[in-house]
């Protein structure tokens, strides 16, 4: 069935052929006046220029052959304004539209899989090895998720990489402190030929420890600071004991990550970092140099990004720092090469920190014009992230000041998810372990719709009181809702009652469910094209009250009429089908029972 809007654009636009006018004008929109129209059709005002007719004109036209030929599609055609086209369904067809839906075999509610599939990599996540996640990671990884499962879903060939900060100074600095710490250690003698020790010499607790000490006192110490650069270039030019010690960061941090990422139901496809390209750099910076794009300046190597339209300065980007050493840009740009080698994208969206807008810009520009990636070819685009800020409108941290980290953030959610359960005494008689599995599901999906229902770009205040509520737009709600309908359906299972044949809806809330269903398609399209999961969120919610309105005004379980049950049980499991999945692209999921 698909796209509903593309369906009745169909419709409409063969109407306004009829009437001698381009079918581009035929253009069907969700109506903005619910009460008046279920979809509308502005082309007729559109089109009156270039027609040179009047608008109310063609819109009467248009009416009349629409009344000729759509008569059972719509019950309703009515012009209104200047010549907006109001369209309202007609029962029958609104009813047999749910049932495909309901009855689709593919088991995906009438969403067809993109005609003309892409491949798409999705870069987020992007943690710093050696460095505990934060709450800095938060946006990143809930968006980037959802967004994969989104793109997936639709049927586009879709790879989640973590594309880990694993090559930078950051590393180098860890290294010249623990060399401070114990110059002993085999990894700092530049005559020993190995093998190194197979147990790494700190865990991840010390690197929590060492890294905030390493980077502070770069910023004070000059000495260090050079020195943790030198170990950085030296790391990157492949000096054997900086290479097992980074070996050993690699291996506990991937470690760690899978847990912290896991607890928050986020994962990747790929694990590939900045190090993963470092010797696709060298051959990467010859060639720019060779085809005129890079050049030498002051020691280092720098690319023009400028553009004749900017209205700002746009300084070089550098590829090679004067030291030798690379950076974040030299990376990057080496993992567009390896990237359109290795999967040849039609897309890369990198959900990053809006604060990063400036790299990605210079980034782009400079792959673009070197020819690294073809613009006619690949869309690169920094699909970015706002921030989760305190209550000072800063990003959030603890109490005393400190970097809130990711962990003490998903324990603080499942902590107020087992307080509020208990408070409205929910799964109280269940086995402690899945009264367990109920408050890790509640707490996350309360952090993670808290997240996903503000638009991507935007910042947001951390509220832990109103994100673990179970009333409003708010995750919990939404698991509740779909909990009780399917313990309706169990209800009616249990007294031998199964969905069948959808009818015409039986009244106004029924209507207006089965109106809100069949948005999926349309929804889960435009959702993509935005690249913006909050409107899987309004749909979420706008789709359990509507629920909640149809569940009030009908006694599904007392109906006599036993078609009229049959049908009410179906929509009720479409309902209940249709918010698992959108719940499941949001990357929550949702407990038996609770
Ligand atoms: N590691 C980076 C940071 O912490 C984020 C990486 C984002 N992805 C990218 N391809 N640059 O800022």
């Given at each position: 069935m698909a796209s509903i809007k593309h369906t009745l654009t169909n419709i409409v636009a063969e109407a306004f052929e009829a009437c001698g006018i381009d079918k581009k004008y035929g253009t069907v929109e969700v109506s903005t006046r619910r009460e008046l129209a279920d979809y509308q059709c502005n082309g007729a005002l559109a089109a009156a220029k270039p027609y040179k007719m009047n608008p109310r004109q063609i819109g009467q036209s248009v009416m009349e052959k629409l009344q000729e030929t759509a008569a059972d599609t719509f019950s309703e055609i009515s012009l209104a304004g200047p010549g907006f086209i109001n369209l309202r369904l007609s029962d029958s067809w609104l009813a047999s539209l749910t049932q495909e839906m309901a009855t689709d075999a593919s088991g995906r509610y009438g969403v067809d899989p993109a005609a003309d599939p892409k491949m798409i990599i999705i870069d987020y996540g992007g943690p710093n090895v050696a460095k505990p996640l934060h709450v800095g990671h938060v946006r990143t990884g809930i968006i980037g998720e959802s967004l994969k499962r989104l793109s997936r879903f639709l049927g586009h060939n879709t790879l989640g990489d973590i594309h880990m900060g694993d090559w930078g100074l950051p590393i180098g600095q860890i290294i010249m402190e623990l060399e401070d710490r114990d110059p002993t250690m085999p990894y700092f003698d530049a005559s020993f030929s190995g093998p190194y020790?197979?147990?790494?010499?700190?865990t991840v607790t010390d690197l929590a420890e060492i890294y905030p000490t390493a980077s502070s006192k770069s910023k004070t110490d000059e000495e260090f600071r050079a020195r943790a650069q030198q170990a950085t270039s030296e790391l990157q030019e492949g000096r054997p004991g900086y290479r097992a010690l980074w070996q050993h960061f690699m291996t506990i941090s991937i470690a760690d990550l899978k847990k912290n990422y896991g607890s928050l139901q986020v994962d990747f496809d790929l694990w590939l970092g900045e190090a993963d390209v470092n010797d696709l750099i060298e051959p990467m910076v010859e060639k720019l140099k060779a085809d005129g794009f890079a050049y030498l300046s002051e020691g280092a190597i720098i690319i023009d990004v400028k553009d004749d339209a900017d209205k700002k300065e746009m300084e070089p980007l550098m590829v090679v720092r004067s030291n030798g050493s690379v950076g974040y840009e030299a990376t990057d740009m080496a993992t567009i090469v390896q990237r359109v080698r290795d999967y040849d994208p039609d897309f890369v969206w990198y959900v990053v920190d809006g604060r990063q807008q400036h790299h990605f810009k210079k980034v782009f520009r400079a792959v673009y014009k070197s020819g690294i990636a073809d613009k006619n070819k690949i869309s690169l685009e920094h699909t970015y992230n706002g921030t989760v800020n305190g209550p000072d409108g800063k990003p959030f941290k603890t109490r005393d000041g400190g970097v809130m980290s990711l962990q003490v953030l998903v324990e603080m959610v499942i902590d107020k998810a087992r307080q509020r359960l208990a408070e409205i005494d929910s799964a109280s008689g269940y086995p402690a372990e899945e009264q367990e599995d109920i408050a890790q599901k509640v707490g996350i999906a309360a952090l993670k719709f808290a997240d996903l229902v503000n638009h991507r770009t935007g910042d947001y205040a951390f509220d832990l009181e109103r994100f673990s509520s179970f009333e409003g737009r708010t995750g919990p709600y939404l698991l509740y809702a779909a909990v009780r309908n399917r313990s309706i359906l169990r209800k009616a299972a249990e007294e031998g009652l199964s969905a069948g044949q959808i009818l015409p809806p039986a009244g106004p809330e029924e209507r207006e469910l089965q109106l809100k269903l069949l948005e999926l398609p349309d929804l889960l399209d435009f959702a993509f094209d935005q690249r913006a999961p909050n409107h899987l969120c309004d749909y979420a919610y706008n789709l359990a009250i509507a629920f909640n309105r149809f569940y009030r005004a009908h006694h599904i379980l007392n109906e006599k009429d036993e078609a009229q049950q049959a049908s009410w049980l179906g929509v009720a499991q479409l309902t209940v089908d249709v918010l698992e999945l959108v719940l499941d692209l949001l990357g929550i999921s949702v407990p038996e029972r609770m």
């Open positions: 020790p197979e147990q790494s010499p700190v």
